[in-house]
């Protein structure tokens, strides 16, 4: 593997962002988010994530930093929660909420994009992620994606990029995932980022 680049670390995006090309769907799932109330940054610090929280079936499409509604900041906050429950840098923080953000708008969305694909980060149990249940189980999905639990049999983040301080944020997600449009984790470094200055502070580890 040839050293991993710095191109794409200060991308923004100004745009809706939607899976597998699908930029007409992800202004779509947009625009039908207008009635909702833009979310608050609710505190996570003693809230209690029940199991009715991490199977949660969303369906919505569409991301834009500036419009995030209450299930994505909660979504963005559990991610937050789980890796400061684990004691993992802010890098690998980062990187996920990038691979959640490109996968899935930070939902954990139910319909099969890709064959049996589910879940925050889109995972594919015929690929070695777990039973359909644990990639749609937002816990299970996290800790799989990082690499840890013992749900999974692919290699997660800390396996793939132990040394992920090291590298472009987008290219260690792509390490991860593999995904035909790498170029697209890069572009979401600077929104990670952002959610990461809003609520990081505010959200407690989630260490059960």
Request: with cysteine; charged share 20%.
């Amino acid at each position: 593997m040839s050293a991993p680049s710095s191109a794409g670390r200060s991308a923004a995006v100004s745009a809706p962002l939607s899976r597998r090309g699908l930029f007409a769907a992800g202004t779509v799932g947009l625009a039908s988010l207008t009635s909702l109330a833009v979310a608050a940054p609710a505190s996570a610090q003693g809230e209690t994530w029940t199991e009715a929280f991490m199977t949660r079936e969303e369906t919505r499409e569409g991301f834009e930093i500036g419009a995030m509604d209450q299930w994505q900041v909660e979504n963005a906050q559990f991610i937050i929660a789980v890796c400061k429950g684990h004691g993992l840098e802010e890098a690998v923080t980062t990187v996920t909420l990038i691979t959640a953000i490109v996968e899935s708008w930070l939902y954990n969305y139910e319909p099969a994009v890709d064959l049996d694909s589910g879940g925050l980060f889109q995972q594919r149990p015929s690929m070695g992620w777990g039973s359909a249940a644990d990639v749609r189980h937002k816990k299970k999905a996290i800790d799989a994606f990082l690499g840890l639990g013992e749900i999974s049999s692919a290699p997660g983040l800390l396996q793939a990029v132990p040394d992920v301080a090291n590298w472009e944020p987008g290219q260690a997600a792509q390490t991860v995932q593999a995904s035909a449009h790498p170029e697209r984790y890069a572009e979401q470094v600077t929104s990670a980022r952002t959610i990461m200055d809003r609520y990081s502070r505010k959200v407690a580890p989630f260490t059960a």
